[in-house]
Nanobody
């Protein structure tokens, strides 16, 4: 079965950077939609960005434009989120999600059947 394992979270000061990775296993079709969500304490989980099956990217959150970069290493089946100029409001648990067998992506978390365990990012 498909599994997603995240790594790279931690604590940084405002203005710092972190690089999150999400390693996928358990499937051979590599052109799946993959996305990053985040959930801050007491708030709903929100979709940050995603990579479609054709490699194109989309950023749902205006607040991360120009600071976050989502990429995908197809050879390693790894989704990467490079986060620069981090702000305290970026503090959240970050989740990787996938839609195995589908190249298209959607905003709702209910459209993603596979999730990673989450990794904590704290900016203070």
């Amino acid at each position: 079965h498909v599994q997603l394992v995240e790594s790279g979270g931690g604590s940084v000061q405002p203005g710092g950077s972190l690089r999150l990775s999400c390693a996928a296993s358990g499937y051979t079709y590599n052109r799946n939609c993959m996305a990053w969500f985040r959930q801050a304490p007491g708030k709903k989980r929100e979709n940050g960005s995603w990579v479609l099956g054709d490699g194109s990217t989309y950023y749902e959150l205006y607040s991360v434009l120009g600071r976050f970069l989502i990429t995908k290493d197809y050879a390693k089946k790894t989704l990467i989120l490079q986060m620069n100029n981090l702000k305290p409001e970026d503090t959240a648990t970050y989740y990787c999600a996938a839609r195995p067998g589908y190249e298209s992506c959607y905003r709702r978390d209910s459209d993603y059947p596979v999730w990673g365990q989450g990794t904590q990012v704290t900016v203070s």
